[in-house]
């Protein structure tokens, strides 16, 4: 069972930065691959980005690559993604998800376990 918490959303203007973290509680946190997820009102839930056990592969969606930043820290079972040039149209709740084994893949049904979300809004 792994448990995961993110925090760091927040009101920020177009062009802002922000930087979300998520803390997982459980053991073996480097066996998951990681994922962040976000779903803006009326929208299904879509990849942004996943990293692998280790963080030496990442997958980033066109839309948010140049932009936005994944890393993970093993040691504090930490996963982080750093927004930078944030647009209105990433106003979104911003999820973060493990995949036991995985390579931190765009599908949803790959990953194991979710946090709650955490709200990011970009003002124009």
């Known amino acids: 069972q792994v448990l995961l918490v993110e925090s760091g959303g927040g009101l920020v203007q177009a062009g802002g930065s922000l930087r979300l973290s998520c803390a997982a509680s459980?053991?073996?946190?480097?066996?998951?691959?990681m994922g962040w997820f976000r779903q803006a009102p009326g929208k299904e839930r879509e990849f942004v980005v996943g990293?692998?056990?280790?963080?030496?592969?990442?997958n980033y969606a066109d839309s948010v690559k140049g932009r936005f930043t994944i890393s993970r820290d093993n040691a504090k079972n930490t996963v982080y993604l750093q927004m930078n040039s944030l647009r209105p149209e990433d106003t979104a709740v911003y999820y973060c998800?493990?995949?036991?084994?995985?390579?931190?893949?765009?599908?949803?049904?790959?990953?194991?376990?979710w946090g709650q979300g955490t709200q990011v809004t970009v003002s124009s």
């Open positions: 990293i692998s056990w280790s963080g030496g592969s990442t």
């Open positions: 459980g053991r073996f946190f480097s066996n998951y691959a």
């Open positions: 998800a493990a995949d036991y084994g995985g390579r931190g893949t765009a599908a949803r049904r790959d990953y194991d376990y």
